[in-house]
T-cell receptor, first 113, second 116 residues
């Protein structure tokens, strides 16, 4: 049981490049989330999903898109990366019986030059 | 929307001493208050939580207290050990994902260092 797995763990992009971060969970959780963590800013919600095929905007959604085509996967896309998107990105999931308890992945360190 | 303030941003204590981290929230409708611990290079992990119908909750060396009137809640760690060194986040939520409510709103974190 791997829990929440994020790939890649590290990535360096040039301004304007695109990329997709993959989050996979093997716990059959209904809910999935993408957060970004910046120094002094804590964890801020980008997008989330309450089930397969659904997505919703969080606190800081601009510049990101997401998709939840399969229950176990939640993808975060950057269409045209900007230096302001340099951050550590965390994926999390939770289940219906205790949906407020989030299980986090180990993070993706993204640098945009 | 909800706003969660967390203090202090950094905290150093001697091993064996107690540590207290405080958070305030703005939305009186919030009813769920968890605390997450993030060790270096890892994602946050839930360590304890409390709901608005409870004033205090304990789990071994950690405890959380809630004052609904003042809209603040605190994490207490007793007999601190080096392995308690980490970043701690408080959070708040109201009707988690009910009626369109968003998930947890986090504080900015407290870096706790336990000095042996």
């Amino acid at each position: 049981n791997a829990g929440v797995t994020q790939t890649p763990k590290f990535r360096v992009l040039k301004t304007g490049q695109s990329m997709t971060l993959l989050c996979a969970q093997d716990m059959n959780h209904e809910y999935m989330y993408w957060y970004r963590q910046d120094p002094g800013m804590g964890l801020r919600l980008i997008h989330y999903s309450v089930g397969e095929g659904t997505t919703a905007k969080g606190e800081v959604p601009d510049g990101y898109n997401v998709s939840r085509l399969k229950k176990q996967n939640f993808l975060l896309g950057l269409e045209s990366a900007a230096p302001s998107q340099t951050s550590v990105y965390f994926c999390a999931s939770s289940y219906g019986g205790r949906r407020e308890k989030l299980f986090f992945g180990s993070g993706t360190q993204l640098s945009v030059l | 929307g909800e706003n969660v303030e967390q203090h202090p941003s950094t905290l150093s204590v001697q091993e064996g001493d107690s540590a207290v981290i405080k958070c305030t929230y703005s939305d009186s409708a919030s009813n769920y208050f968890p605390w997450y611990k993030q060790e270096l290079g890892k994602g946050p992990q839930l360590i304890i939580d409390i709901r608005s119908n409870v004033g205090e909750k304990k789990d071994q060396r950690i405890a959380v207290t809630l004052n609904k009137t003042a809209k603040h809640f605190s994490l207490h760690i007793t007999e601190t050990q080096p392995e308690d060194s980490a970043v701690y986040f408080c959070a708040a939520s109201k009707g988690f994902l009910n009626s369109g409510n968003t998930p947890l709103v986090f504080g900015k974190g407290t870096r706790l260092s336990v000095i042996a």
